[in-house]
Nanobody, 118 residues
């Protein structure tokens, strides 16, 4: 059974930074392109960043480009999201998962809440 556990969220003032972590158990993510997603209250979950297993550069949604960096540590079976210059609009629950067709995704974890105050 694959389990995703996100952590690192919290309450931060606008302009602040956070580092989110996602640890995967039950399956190796070594061969999996991974992504970070977020869900703003009242809206559908949206993709914001992904990282492949090869040399292809990371990609980011326009809403976060230049302010976040995705990285992975295959030895720790983990994916990270460095977030800076946070804005109130970044307030959401953040999730990690594979990057790919919906049918290929692992069961979602509980996510980690990020709240940015103005």
């Amino acid at each position: 059974q694959v389990q995703l556990v996100e952590s690192g969220g919290g309450l931060v003032q606008a302009g602040g930074s956070l580092r989110l972590s996602c640890v995967v158990s039950g399956r190796s993510l070594r061969c999996a392109p991974m992504g970070w997603y977020r869900q703003i209250p009242g809206k559908e979950r949206e993709w914001i960043a992904d990282i492949t297993t090869g040399p292809k550069p990371e990609t980011y949604a326009e809403s976060v480009k230049g302010r976040v960096t995705i990285s992975r540590d295959n030895a720790k079976n983990a994916v990270y999201l460095e977030m800076r210059s946070l804005k109130p609009d970044d307030t959401a629950v953040y999730y990690c998962n594979k990057r790919g067709p919906r049918s290929s995704l692992w069961p979602w974890g509980q996510g980690t809440q990020v709240t940015v105050s103005s």
